[in-house]
Structure formats: structure tokens, C-alpha cells
């Protein structure tokens, strides 16, 4: 599995950023995947989540209403699109996947997830 994140960039604050995630090597589809940030001095924390049964989405508090976590499974790419960015959301933003089923929950800890991009980061003044 490997997985090449894309779309950062340094915006000003209320600006908008569409981050990109390739993937490869998924050849079942059952993944759960997310996208993590780590801002500086911080630890890195999961902030969107998808499940691969459709509809199925997870955010933390800070970012409901302004980034929303979709994928296109046709060309096998995980996007989040942020808006009304602020210079809180400054940091490093990954995508990871890892293995799940119907009935696994969305979840924020990095150590559940197998598989990670070398991140893209985002900058906002």
C-alpha cells in the first residue's frame, strides 16, 4: 500500500485548501482511512476519518463544519477539503489507511493505522 499526499500550500487565514491522498495497493477497498495533522511542538492527532461503507465520516470538534473528508474510489483518491482555514490549523497534514470491517469504528489513534504518507503541509498567515 502506499500512499502520496498532495494540495498544500500557505494560505491566509479564511482561506481554502484541498489536500489529495493517492493510494495504490488496496486491492480489496475494505480501509479505513484518515487524515492527521501535526501542528509544531504538537503531537500528531487524527482530525477526519472515513469508513469505506459510504457515509460514514468522523471529525474532531475543531474542524466540524470547516473541512469535510470524501474519497473517489474510482481513481482510488482520499481528499479533505479545508475551508475558513485559521493559523491554528498550521501544521503537517497525513493520510493513513489501515485494514477494517463493517463494524470497525472510526478512530483517531495513529497507532491503529499500518499505512502512511510522507504528508503535506499547510500554512496559514
Known amino acids: 500500500v502506499q500512499l502520496v499526499e498532495s494540495g498544500g500550500g500557505s494560505v491566509q487565514a479564511g482561506g481554502s485548501l484541498r489536500l489529495s491522498c493517492a493510494t495504490s495497493?488496496?486491492?480489496?477497498?475494505?480501509?479505513?482511512m484518515g487524515w492527521f495533522r501535526q501542528s509544531p511542538g504538537k503531537e500528531r492527532e487524527g482530525i477526519a476519518g472515513i469508513h469505506y461503507s459510504p457515509g460514514r465520516t468522523r471529525y474532531i470538534d475543531s474542524v466540524k463544519g470547516r473541512f469535510t473528508i470524501s474519497k473517489d474510489d474510482t481513481t482510488n483518491t482520499l481528499y479533505l477539503s479545508t475551508n475558513n482555514l485559521k493559523p491554528e490549523d498550521t501544521g503537517m497534514y497525513y493520510c493513513?489507511?489501515?485494514?477494517?470491517?463493517?463494524?470497525?469504528?472510526?478512530?483517531?489513534?495513529?497507532?491503529?493505522?499500518?499505512?502512511w504518507g510522507q504528508g503535506t503541509q499547510v500554512t496559514v498567515s
Open positions: 493513513a489507511a489501515r485494514v477494517c470491517y463493517y463494524g470497525t469504528s472510526i478512530i483517531f489513534s495513529a497507532s491503529a493505522f499500518d499505512y
Open positions: 495497493g488496496m486491492t480489496n477497498g475494505r480501509y479505513c
